[in-house]
T-cell receptor
Framework: GNSVTQMEGPVTLSEEAFLTINCTYT??????LFWYVQYPGEGLQLLLK?????DKGSNKGFEATYRKETTSFHLEKGSVQVSDSAVYFC?????????FGAGTILRVKS | DTAVSQTPKYLVTQMGNDKSIKCEQN?????MYWYKQDSKKFLKIMFS???????INETVPNRFSPKSPDKAHLNLHINSLELGDSAVYFC?????????????FGQGTRLTVV
């Protein structure tokens, strides 16, 4: 079946540290891949997406590259801020349905 | 201007009651969804409607019944509420026109069954 696996959290970093949140997927065909972010008390917002192999999605300093050979879509940011503290969800789309990973809590300390 | 709005934001109710959550989107999207987020933040799709027709119905107790009066609205009615129904319920919408649908989410409804 189609599924998404994310690294477990929480991930705790100091401000300006480098961030990587791993995401791998299992899918039939070639799904589109997404990262969503959920700030405390809010709904999910699209952070970035990639629709085909080797595409790189980027937004607000975050990047992720669609790697077909490793079925991965890892999220990275060079220098995190306290305001990046949130829950990050990796997701894939197939058949008009978004399948989410379990979410990774990120806590950034000043 | 809220794109996807849900009401109420908080709902506290007793076991056995029947309650509804309403969702409206003003984005002109043709597909709407209900997701359930548990206490561990895990998100699971419950239902999806495309142009008022049910297209996804995951394994959800039949106490949950979605209703879509038009493309802009998708309500969720829950009968005989149980403690395990306590969660945050998110409505979302997207335009599915052959490309990758970006979903827009509402703020969520935190349901607490006591």
């Amino acid at each position: 079946g189609n599924s998404v696996t994310q690294m477990e959290g929480p991930v705790t970093l100091s401000e300006e540290a480098f961030l990587t949140i791993n995401c791998t997927y299992t899918a039939t065909g070639y799904p589109s891949l997404f990262w969503y972010v959920q700030y405390p008390g809010e709904g999910l917002q699209l952070l970035l997406k990639a629709t085909k192999a080797d595409d790189k999605g980027s937004n607000k300093g975050f990047e992720a590259t669609y790697r077909k050979e490793t079925t991965s879509f890892h999220l990275e940011k060079g220098s995190v801020q306290v305001s990046d503290s949130a829950v990050y969800f990796c997701a894939l789309e197939y058949g008009n349905k978004l399948v989410f990973g379990a979410g990774t809590i990120l806590r950034v300390k000043s | 201007d809220t794109a996807v709005s849900q009401t109420p934001k908080y709902l506290v109710t007793q076991m056995g009651n029947d309650k509804s959550i309403k969702c409206e989107q003003n984005l002109g999207h043709d597909t709407m969804y209900w997701y359930k987020q548990d206490s561990k933040k895990f998100l699971k799709i419950m239902f999806s409607y495309n142009n008022k027709e049910l297209i996804i119905n995951e394994t959800v107790p039949n106490r949950f019944s979605p209703k879509s009066p038009d493309k802009a609205h998708l309500n969720l009615h829950i009968n005989s509420l149980e403690l395990g129904d306590s969660a945050v319920y998110f409505c979302a919408s997207s335009r599915y026109s052959g490309g990758s649908p970006e979903a827009f989410f509402g703020q969520g409804t935190r349901l607490t069954v006591v």
